[in-house]
T-cell receptor, first 116, second 108 residues
Framework: NAGVMQNPRHLVRRRGQEARLRCSPM?????VYWYRQLPEEGLKFMVY????????ESGMPKERFSAEFPKEGPSILRIQQVVRGDSAAYFC??????????????FGNGTRLTVT | QQPVQSPQAVILREGEDAVINCSSS?????VHWYRQKHGEAPVFLMI?????EQKGHEKISASFNEKKQQSSLYLTASQLSYSGTYFC?????????FGPGTRLSVLP
C-alpha cells in the first residue's frame, strides 16, 4: 500500500529537546502539506512544500519550526526547543499537484507529539 | 482565509438527516469535504467544483453555490458510522485551508 506514511506515530519529548516528524507522500505525489491539530480542534495549516521548495509557510511559527522536502527522502517537520504548547497531533497530506482543483489531499495517520 | 462552518455540532438519531454548511468570504473555485473519526486521520469524501453538484459517498451528497461562496453537505438516513467531525476545505493560493469542523454524533 503506497499511502502517506508518517513516523513516528507517537513522540514524547522533554521541554527543550528537538522533535523531528517525517512524512513520505504517496507514490507519484510531489506536494506535501503539514497541519497541526490540537485536541478537539480543527486542522491548522502550517506549511506547503514541493520537492526542494517551500511554497507557503504562512502558517508556521516564526521561531523554532522549520520544514523541508528534499529531492530524495521524506518531508521533515522540525521543532527545536519544544515547549508544552507544541503538544498536538501533526498531520501531513500529499497531492499529485498543487493547484489542480480536482486533486484531493491524502492524509497520513499523524504524529502525536507530547512534550513533558 | 479559513472558511466558516455551521453548525459547530449536531446530535442525531440513526435514520435522521443533517445538513452541514460551509461558507467563505473569498471566491471559491472548489470545495472539498473530509470526515475525521476520533483519533484517526481525515478521510476525503468529495470535491465540489464550480457549477457542479456531486454525490460521492454512501448517502452523503453536497452542493456548491459559487456565487454565494457556499457549500452544503447533506447526510440522509444517517448511520452510526457517520459519526465524526466533518471539515470543508478550500484551496487558497497557494495553500489549502480547512474550516473549524462540525462534530456529528449519531445515536442509536
Amino acid at each position: 500500500n503506497a499511502g502517506v506514511m508518517q513516523n513516528p506515530r507517537h513522540l514524547v519529548r522533554r521541554r527543550g529537546q528537538e522533535a523531528r516528524l517525517r512524512c513520505s507522500p504517496m507514490k507519484g505525489h510531489s506536494h506535501v502539506y503539514w497541519y497541526r491539530q490540537l485536541p478537539e480542534e480543527g486542522l491548522k495549516f502550517m506549511v506547503y512544500l514541493q520537492k526542494e521548495n517551500i511554497i507557503d509557510e504562512s502558517g508556521m511559527p516564526k521561531e523554532r519550526f522549520s520544514a523541508e522536502f528534499p529531492k530524495e527522502g521524506p518531508s521533515i517537520l522540525r521543532i527545536q526547543q519544544v515547549v508544552r504548547g507544541d503538544s498536538a497531533a501533526y498531520f501531513c497530506a500529499s497531492s499529485p499537484t498543487g493547484t489542480n482543483q480536482n486533486s484531493p489531499l491524502h492524509f497520513g495517520n499523524g504524529t502525536r507529539l507530547t512534550v513533558t | 482565509q479559513q472558511p466558516v462552518q455551521s453548525p459547530q455540532a449536531v446530535i442525531l438519531r440513526e435514520g435522521e438527516d443533517a445538513v452541514i454548511n460551509c461558507s467563505s468570504s473569498k471566491a471559491l473555485y472548489s470545495v472539498h469535504w473530509y470526515r475525521q473519526k476520533h483519533g484517526e486521520a481525515p478521510v476525503f469524501l468529495m470535491i465540489l467544483l464550480k457549477g457542479g453538484e456531486q454525490k460521492g459517498h454512501e448517502k452523503i451528497s453536497a452542493s456548491f453555490n459559487e456565487k454565494k461562496q457556499q457549500s452544503s453537505l447533506y447526510l440522509t438516513a444517517s448511520q452510526l458510522s457517520y459519526s465524526g467531525t466533518y471539515f470543508c476545505g478550500t484551496r487558497g493560493i497557494p495553500n489549502f485551508v480547512f474550516g473549524p469542523g462540525t462534530r456529528l454524533s449519531v445515536l442509536p
